[in-house]
């Protein structure tokens, strides 16, 4: 296993990674700002749980093998983009009444919760966000393994612990976005004029994301 010192090395990296803007962090500030800060922690749940499967992918090798398919890579930018460009489609068409009773069920004295299919939907919507972009399998591909060490034993179990961590900085540096965004979101989305301009703003980032999704290459990973 990698010695404590090598754990907190990459902690300390994962934090920074999280910090530095990007496509996911993107994704959680806006879900927050247009739904509240308990959708946006789900997002990061479902953000969470699609690193799994990359973590896993790397580890097992196949990251290798879909790295070396043209067409996997392009098969799969192409679906997490129209993806995207449905999430902003969404956006620019809200239903502020839709809206504006789901914050007003979130801040009803008694009610700390929003519905399970909601959250549900919230963390599907997290997990096909980062499972449909293979930036993040590549980008794991390339990081993973330089804080692995072959002769500390087995590399796949030290690769998922590395996961594990990276996970970990990901939820709290994701979690605490959403926390302020969905906070400062729910002040907005007291005013029906805030609101249409704020699913504007999100439909006009979903856009952009799935343009920049769409237009990536594999050298550019």
């Known amino acids: ?94 239903y502020p009444e839709v809206v504006q009773d789901e914050v007003q069920a979130d801040t009803a004295p008694g009610i700390s919760e929003r519905p399970a299919g909601g959250a549900w939907r919230m963390v599907g919507r997290g997990m096909v966000m980062n499972l449909t972009n293979p930036k993040v399998l590549i980008f794991f591909l390339a990081f993973l393994p330089q804080f692995a060490n072959p002769a500390l034993g087995s590399v796949a179990p030290q690769i998922m612990l590395l996961g594990v961590v990276f996970m970990v900085a990901t939820l709290l540096v994701f979690g605490a976005i959403a926390v302020f965004s969905g906070a400062f979101g729910t002040l907005l989305l007291r005013s029906p004029r805030a609101q249409r301009w704020l699913n504007r703003a999100a439909g006009v980032v979903f856009l952009g994301l799935a343009v920049r999704l769409a237009t990536i290459s594999r050298a550019a990973t």
């Open 1 to 94: 296993m990698p010695s404590l010192d090598t754990l907190l090395a990459f902690f300390g990296v994962s934090l920074l990674l999280g910090i530095t803007p990007g496509p996911d962090n993107l994704f959680v500030l806006v879900q927050s700002a247009q739904r509240g800060w308990r959708a946006g922690m789900a997002v990061v749940v479902g953000l969470c749980a699609g690193l799994v499967v990359h973590t896993a992918a790397v580890a097992l090798g196949l990251a290798a093998l879909f790295a070396a398919s043209a067409t996997a890579f392009t098969v799969l930018k192409y679906l997490g983009a129209a993806y995207l460009a449905w999430l902003a489609w969404q956006s620019l068409r809200p």
